[in-house]
């Protein structure tokens, strides 16, 4: 069975421009969340999606970040226009939402912005 | 609003030398909790998984209790190695409509190992 993966893995661009992160997660898990890791911090929850609705989106950082999980199916994450900040590793982790299940992790996105 | 909050944020040890990191949390009605490790430039691992009638739970060097009347938990580490460095998380999961299940997640605790 395939693992969550996540696209690119990784991604150096300049301030001002935009990035779009891809994050396909394990086929039937309904809950898909994102996380990131700002150098040297510890990693931060930005927000989780059960199936495509935003069940909690209380850590995204600004508004310059967007979200989106069509049909419930993969996500995406945009950062538009990115700033020297936003560098970091984006985690995406997805779970099957039943009793026991583990919330299972990508390896990541290294976002860079110069 | 359920919320699982670890500390400390940031912890450094030398090596061979033990460590206990603390999650609390707010979740209800719990299910279970766990504890990741996350390696740097890798996604986070499963450690242990306690459900509400376990206390203690060891994986190796790592030990992890629960309390879930004071809704406290540990991790433990013993006699750390510098690969013991990495980012623990505590995940703690509470049961909805359904039968299903939403895990909180903490913020982690970012764990150096010196040498």
């Known amino acids: 069975e395939a693992g969550v993966t996540q696209f690119p893995s990784h991604s150096v661009i300049e301030k001002g421009q935009t990035v779009t992160l891809r994050c396909d997660p394990i086929s039937g898990h309904d809950n898909l969340y994102w996380y990131r890791r700002v150098m040297g911090k510890e990693i931060k929850f930005l927000l989780h999606?059960?199936?495509?609705?935003?069940?909690?989106e209380s850590g995204m950082p600004n508004n310059r970040f967007l979200a989106e999980r069509t049909g419930g199916t993969y996500s995406t994450l945009k950062v538009q226009p990115a700033e020297l900040e936003d560098s970091g590793v984006y985690f995406c982790?997805?779970?099957?939402?039943?009793?026991?299940?583990?919330?299972?992790f990508g390896q990541g996105t290294r976002l860079t912005v110069v | 609003k359920n919320q699982v909050e670890q500390s400390p944020q940031s912890l450094i040890i030398l090596e061979g030398k033990n460590c206990t990191l603390q999650?609390?949390?707010?979740?209800?009605?719990?299910?279970?909790l766990r504890w990741y490790k996350q390696d740097t430039g890798r996604g986070p691992v499963s450690l242990t998984i306690?459900?509400?009638?376990?206390n203690t739970k060891s994986n190796g060097r790592y030990t992890a209790t629960l309390d879930a009347d004071t809704k406290q938990s540990s991790l433990h580490i013993t006699a750390s190695q510098l690969s013991d460095s990495a980012s623990y998380i505590c995940?703690?999961?509470?049961?909805?409509?359904?039968?299903?299940?939403?895990?909180?997640f903490g913020r982690g605790t970012s764990l150096i190992v010196h040498p």
């Open positions: 999650c609390n949390y707010t979740v209800s009605p719990f299910s279970n």
């Open positions: 306690m459900t509400f009638s376990e």
């Open positions: 999606f059960v199936k495509e609705s935003k069940q909690d």
């Open positions: 995940v703690v999961s509470e049961i909805v409509a359904g039968g299903s299940y939403i895990p909180t």
């Open positions: 982790a997805s779970s099957q939402g039943f009793l026991g299940s583990e919330a299972f």
